[in-house]
C-alpha cells in the first residue's frame, strides 16, 4: 500500500482499527506503538508534515487533535466530528465537508482551494490568517462564537450562512456572493468588499468599524 504513490484510501468502520496501528508506527517510527484500540491513540492523534491523497472519512469523530504542516488532496469528510481540534498550516485541496461539525476548533494559516462545506456548523472556532482561494462553496453553514483574524476570500460562495456572535477582523472579500445571510451581533473591523454580491439579513447588533 505505501508502496505506490497517490494510492486511495478509504476509511470507515473496521477499517480504522487495522490499519491505525501500522500508520501510528510509520508516523511516529521512534515510539513503541501496540495493536491498540482506536480510543487509545486516535482521539489525542498529533500529526506532524503528513501529506494524505484522496482520503475518505465517513461518521469519524476527532478529539483533541493537533495537526501541524498537514496536506489534504481530494479529500471527502462525511459526518465528522471535530471536538477541541487545531490546525496548524494546513492548506485543503478540492475537499469537501458534509455535515462536519467543528467544536472549540482553532485553525491557522489555513489555505482552501475548490473547498466545499455542507451543513457545517463551526462552535466556538477561532480562524487566523486563512486564505480560501478559487470557488468556494458554503452550503448551509453555521458560525457560532467565532473569530475571523486576517482572512481573505476570493470568488467565495456562501449560501444559508448563519453567523452568530461573530467578529471579522481585517477582512477582505473579493468576488464573493453571499445568499441569504442573517448576521446576529456580528462585528466588522476594517473590512474590505470587492465585487461583492450580497443579498443577506442584518439581525440586532451589527456595528460596522
Known sequence: MYKTPH???????SD??????????????????KDTRVSDHFWRFR????????????????????LHYTTLHNTTTTTTQLHSTTLHYTPLHYTTLHYTTLHST????????DTTFHYTSLHY???HYTTTTTT????TTQ???????????????LHYTTLHYTTLHSTT??????????????????????STTLQLQLHNYTPLH
Do not use: M, W
Not at 480504522?16 to 506503538?33: C, D, G, L, M, W
Open 16 to 33: 480504522v482499527e487495522k490499519v491505525h496501528a501500522i500508520v501510528a508506527r510509520s508516523t511516529f517510527p521512534s515510539q513503541n506503538v
Open 173 to 194: 472579500l473579493h468576488y464573493t456572493t453571499l445568499h441569504y445571510l442573517p448576521l446576529h451581533f456580528t462585528t466588522f473591523h476594517c473590512t474590505t468588499l470587492h
Open 7 to 13: 494510492v486511495r484510501a478509504t476509511f470507515g468502520g
Open 47 to 66: 500529526c506532524r508534515f503528513a501529506s494524505l491523497h484522496y482520503i475518505t472519512l465517513h461518521s469519524t469523530t476527532l478529539h483533541s487533535t493537533t
Open 106 to 113: 482553532t485553525l491557522h494559516d489555513i489555505t482552501l482551494h
Open 125 to 127: 472556532t477561532t480562524l
Open 136 to 139: 468556494t462553496t458554503t452550503t
Open 143 to 157: 458560525l457560532h462564537s467565532t473569530a475571523i483574524h486576517s482572512t481573505t476570500l476570493h470568488y467565495t460562495k
